[in-house]
């Protein structure tokens, strides 16, 4: 089993920056690929960026591309989400997601879900 812990959120004004990381527990984390997700309260939960068990490959949803860059340093057991040039739209709950196959790009790739941390995006 993997427990995923996310940090970082905060509230920034539009433009600036944020760096998430999602901290994993268990021996095994180098073996999921991983993916974030965001959620407005009252919505479905989007699909944000993947990346594959060895890093190598990544995906975005358009609405980031450009913009947002995940990585992953497995010898850590962590996986990040750098988000420049933020915009009031990027509010929401970010949750970090351990999947079961790759890419994971819809929710019913997700094994393992973290319990999310607020980014706010102010105008």
């Known amino acids: 089993q993997v427990q995923l812990v996310e940090s970082g959120g905060g509230l920034v004004q539009a433009g600036g920056s944020l760096r998430l990381s999602c901290a994993a527990s268990g021996r095994t984390f180098s073996s999921y690929p991983m993916a974030w997700f965001r959620q407005v309260p009252g919505k479905e939960r989007h699909f944000v960026a993947a990346?594959?068990?060895?890093?190598?490959?990544?995906y975005y949803a358009d609405s980031v591309k450009g913009r947002f860059t995940i990585s992953r340093e497995n010898a850590k057991n962590a996986v990040l989400l750098q988000m420049n040039s933020l915009k009031p739209e990027d509010t929401a709950i970010y949750y970090c997601?351990?999947?079961?196959?790759?890419?994971?790009?819809?929710?019913?790739?997700?094994?393992?879900w973290g319990q999310g941390t607020q980014v706010t995006v102010s105008s």
């Open positions: 997601a351990a999947g079961t196959g790759s890419p994971v790009t819809t929710a019913t790739d997700v094994r393992y």
């Open positions: 990346i594959s068990r060895g890093g190598l490959s990544t």
